[in-house]
């Protein structure tokens, strides 16, 4: 079986999210279930500067792709873990400061509809009969918006070898763009419809995606069965059930390699289930790294997330008060809403020793909050699949999470964590008071430790869901 996994984002070069994580785990689970996976992806600085072109030699020249691309080139190469990576070289794109979508000023490039056309064409190109290798896929397998024209041009070229999916990571991202697009791109006048990719006036590449791949996941069960309520749907909701016969839910996994409390660098004390007493260690390690008081005796709440509304940081800005008189301690790690982030700064400096803020991203840190606080916290509004939740389930480290998406699919309540319905300051408290007294039951507390340390949170049973799903199509 042989599937090219399209993606915008790939760890640890290039991530703005979630997306970035499963671009770098989910195929070499996918090689080891006996797939002959390809991933492509965009020729970033950080790429470059990864795998240099001496190591990513040129393999077909494309053109312009009829006049509306810059020119580009497709090399080859193998990822640290062996992976192999089909890089698509188009400086004009790619070659730019700031994320993959935004320029310096924190605003979206305009020309995005073009940079992510391209990479969309390419995998589709790859996966038509004009594809002129002798390795062609019979699946593309698709992600997010950013490549969700890829179907489109796949079912409406009339020249499609492979069949394609594309998978939902966050709904909300829709790739929207203006009608006077359609040329540029290359897609025929008579796709703008309602059953094709016109979306309320616009372009959207996701929709293009839902609309004419051949499969649709996304990254939790929980999620898929939300996306298709009027509530949660982003719109998109309507079409989500009328395509529910080609929908599933796959949870996502982890690198259980990198997250391994037993084997991680950034510990200052490594620890498994037979010695979480080390984890204690940390804790105070930790406490006087980000200049808490050092303490023992109360629990300490760790949050490392965007500082956004859908996370529902501002529910836990709002207990302030609450959280140190409990008493308890709170370590933050992210960045986010500007707003947000000066809340987080302004408790850190009203209550010194107590709160303490990290604006920004630090991966060792954040393996660091994972393996030394006692209690994660993630009161998303909406959480397609999470991580986070996952890695702390890894590290004993119980969280307290919304039910939603994939937090309601892998955190069970009083079993391995906590759990809370209403989006509310009030609810998320409750939760976390739960949280305070089973912390003061140690022997309760270890047992929600080893319930979670002991779940398996690696990517073995999505990666078989997914080769079956490939095998599938293929028939």
């Known amino acids: 079986m042989k599937v090219l996994f399209a993606t915008s984002e790939i760890a640890p070069w290039v991530k703005t999210g979630g997306l970035g994580d499963v671009a770098a785990a989910l195929p070499p689970a996918l090689r080891q279930a ?6 492509l992806t965009p020729y970033y600085p950080a790429v470059r500067a990864a795998i240099p072109e001496a190591r990513a ?10 006049g509306a691309y810059a020119d580009s080139v497709l090399r080859a190469a193998f990822a640290p873990d062996g992976s192999r990576l089909l890089l698509l070289d188009c400086p004009a794109y790619f070659d730019r400061p700031g994320n993959p979508y935004l320029g310096p000023d924190g605003k979206d490039w305009p020309d995005n509809y073009l940079r992510f056309g391209l990479l969309s064409r390419v995998a589709a190109w790859l996966g038509s009969k004009a594809n002129p290798f002798p390795w062609w896929p019979a699946v593309i397998h698709c ?13 409406l070229s009339g020249d499609a070898r492979a069949k394609s999916i594309i998978t939902v990571h966050n709904l909300a991202f829709q790739g929207l763009f203006s009608e006077q697009t359609l040329p540029e791109l290359g897609l025929p006048a008579h796709a703008w419809s309602m059953e094709g990719i016109e979306y309320h006036g616009y372009l959207s590449f996701l929709k293009a995606g839902l609309q004419f791949a051949d499969a649709i996941t996304t990254v939790s069960p929980t999620y898929a069965a939300e996306i298709q309520t009027d509530a949660e749907g982003m719109g998109m909701s309507g079409l989500l059930r009328h395509r529910a016969d080609r ?3 796959i949870l996502n996994g982890i690198d259980t390699e990198v997250w391994n409390p037993k084997r991680d660098a950034h510990l200052p004390f490594t620890y498994d289930i037979a010695t979480l007493a080390a ?7 930790l406490q006087q790294e980000l200049g808490l008081t050092v303490r023992d005796d109360i629990p300490l ?10 996370k529902g940081l501002d529910l836990v800005a709002a207990l302030e008060r609450q959280i140190a008189d409990l008493p308890a301690q709170l370590a933050v790690l992210g960045s986010g809403d500007r707003e947000l982030e000066n809340e987080f700064r302004r408790l850190a400096e009203i209550h010194p020793g107590h709160f303490a803020t990290v604006i920004g991203f630090n991966e060792g840190l954040a393996h660091r909050i994972e393996g030394s606080v006692d209690v994660f916290l ?17 590290y004993g480290t119980p969280p307290v999470v919304r039910a939603t998406g994939g937090l309601a699919d892998t955190v069970v309540d009083d079993v391995n964590g906590f759990v809370f319905e209403e989006a509310t300051a009030a609810a998320l408290f409750t939760a976390i008071q739960r949280a305070h007294a089973a912390w003061h039951n140690r022997e309760r507390w270890r047992a929600m430790q080893i319930d979670g ?20 199509l293929k028939k």
């Open 34 to 39: 006996g797939i002959d996976l390809r991933v």
């Open 279 to 285: 984890k204690r260690k940390n804790k105070s390690a």
């Open 57 to 66: 030699p040129e393999v077909a020249k494309l053109g312009n792709f009829g």
């Open 453 to 472: 340390m002991s779940r398996d949170v690696s990517w073995t049973a999505p990666a078989m869901q997914y080769a079956a799903l490939y095998a599938k």
């Open 143 to 155: 992600n997010d918006w950013q490549t969700g024209l890829a179907p489109a041009y796949l079912k």
């Open 301 to 310: 709440f760790g949050v490392i997330s965007r500082l956004t509304a859908q």
């Open 247 to 249: 929908l599933s839910g």
């Open 378 to 394: 993630m009161p998303s509004r909406f959480e397609p699949c999470g991580l986070n939740q996952m890695y702390s389930l890894r």
